[in-house]
């Protein structure tokens, strides 16, 4: 609980969350004074701290920005210094870090070359983690700013099983299997709408990408319709198969003649305890499996794995990280997990008690670089242990483009199906705006034609 009068109490409480959980019973007063300096006064168990600092200026946006900083730089110094320890990312309460510093880069406030430093001292962030937002940059290749270059996505929010951490609207095969025909059917409706909608508008698409759930839970005929409907001269295009018992010789064929250059196979963990653990049914010899039926048929593969799951120390996570890097990916995404709230993990309030996640996950992140694998992409999500992140790496100049475009928010996105977000990016008006499908499969089928009205309003302008 946060006592506070000051005009950014949402961001101060998020920070407020990292340090102490969900619900913290710290009370904190903070107050701003301007006469001529900034001051930043925060009241904690009978104590009180101040920070002084210039008085901002420019426009009252980059002013408010600016205060909303000290605000929380200063909230951030005061619990350092009542609880006697750091967070990995400091006062920084984002998403995005990459696109903090590109912003800090794009306005002139400082040089790429000092990022890691301009990190460190503006917002506490460690050098650790500095230093890998700088990396990061340098390796965000293929970034095209054109508002009339956009992203497609389709969601399938239908998987095999439920996993334990699983937060998304997702539904289980067999509860919805009755709704998926007339599902496809709803999608290859608003598919078509948004070709003429593009058409209309000059739009051009750069990427494709189906994810969900798990497209791949989609029967070989079933993924033949929803592909036949989407032949776009793109550059990329990508296909989740993330539960690797879904994917089959059939299938993979399928993605071949639509043009499928990339897919995703997560196993998330290589232990067969913490697989049935967490809710998936598949076997690690199942993604030895399919990675080869993948090799074979020439595609591109992005794995996942996830880094204090329920059960696991540090031994099964490098055991679960030497085995893909045995594999050799293009692509490595290391996941912290993250307590969702609607998951079966967060609702349990199951404790797990891991010790040193932060300097296990900076060696599992030293590890992949020292593998030849680069970071391409960070983000980080509410409620993830440790206040972390999760990275993305590539290997031989590879990359996911549409990873990029979606974590940086640099391209506007055209997304059909249900619980599906479109997203239009202004470039020069630097503003975005957004438009999400209903969540739920049958809502989604019986208002296909509001949704579909939505999304050529967002795009009309």
């Known amino acids: 609980m946060i006592k506070t009068n000051t005009e950014f109490e949402k961001d101060m409480t998020d920070l407020l969350v ?20 900034l001051f930043e006064k925060i009241e904690a168990r009978g104590q009180t701290f101040g920070y002084e600092f210039p008085l901002p200026e420019g426009s009252e946006l980059k002013k408010k920005s600016l205060r909303k900083r000290r605000a929380l730089f200063s909230l951030y110094k005061t619990l350092e210094e009542l609880e006697g320890r750091s967070l990995p990312w ?27 430093e301009f990190l460190q001292e503006e917002y506490a962030i460690s050098r650790e983690k500095a230093l890998l937002v700088a990396k990061t940059l340098k390796n965000q290749h293929g970034i095209i700013r054109n508002d009339n270059l956009i992203d497609f996505y389709v969601n399938i929010p239908i998987c095999p099983s439920r996993c334990l951490y699983c937060s998304f609207i997702s539904n289980e095969y067999d509860r919805v299997k009755n709704l998926i025909e007339p599902y496809i059917d709803c999608l290859i409706k608003e598919i078509r709408e948004m070709r003429k909608l593009m ?40 296909v989740e198969c993330g539960r690797p018992e879904t994917i089959t010789r059939e299938k993979l064929e399928v993605l071949e003649k639509h043009g499928v250059g990339r897919i995703c196979i997560n196993p998330q963990t290589f232990s067969q305890a913490t697989l049935k653990r967490i809710g998936r049914n598949h076997t690690k010899e199942d993604v030895f499996n399919a990675y080869a039926l993948a090799l074979e048929k020439g595609f591109k593969v992005n794995m996942d794995m996830i880094i204090g799951l329920p059960g696991e120390k540090a031994p099964t996570i490098k055991k679960t990280l030497s085995a893909l890097l045995d594999l050799y990916p293009n692509n490595i995404t290391l996941h912290t997990l993250s307590l969702k709230r609607g998951s079966t993990l967060f609702d349990s309030h199951e404790s797990l008690g891991f010790k040193n996640l932060s300097a296990l996950l900076l060696q599992c992140e030293k590890t992949l670089m020292d593998s030849g694998y680069k970071p391409y992409y960070i983000y980080r999500q509410k409620y993830q242990l440790g206040a972390l992140e999760n990275v993305g790496f590539f290997r031989d100049n590879d990359i996911c483009q549409f990873n990029i475009d979606s974590m940086e928010e640099t391209a506007s996105v055209i ?36 949704m579909i009205e939505k999304k050529k309003n967002l795009f009309e302008s």
Do not use: W
């Not at 990292?18 to 300096?37: A, L, Q, S």
């Not at 020069?428 to 499908?437: C, K, Y």
């Open 18 to 37: 990292m340090f102490f959980g969900e619900n913290p019973e710290e009370k904190f007063c903070h107050t701003e004074i301007c006469n001529g300096k």
């Open 90 to 116: 400091g006062s920084f309460t984002g998403i995005r870090p990459t696109a903090l510093a590109r912003g800090a880069i794009e306005s002139g406030e400082v040089k790429e070359h000092l990022i890691p």
């Open 199 to 238: 058409s209309d508008k000059a739009l051009l698409v750069r990427n494709v990408y189906v994810g969900g759930g798990t497209p791949s839970v989609l029967s070989a005929e079933q993924l033949d319709r929803v592909l036949c409907e989407l032949s776009f001269a793109s550059t990329e295009f990508t």
């Open 415 to 450: 997304a059909v199906g249900a619980g599906a977000i479109s997203k239009r990016v202004f470039n020069l008006q630097n503003r975005i705006e957004r438009q999400a499908n209903v969540k739920f499969i049958q809502d989604y089928i019986e208002r296909i034609d509001e």
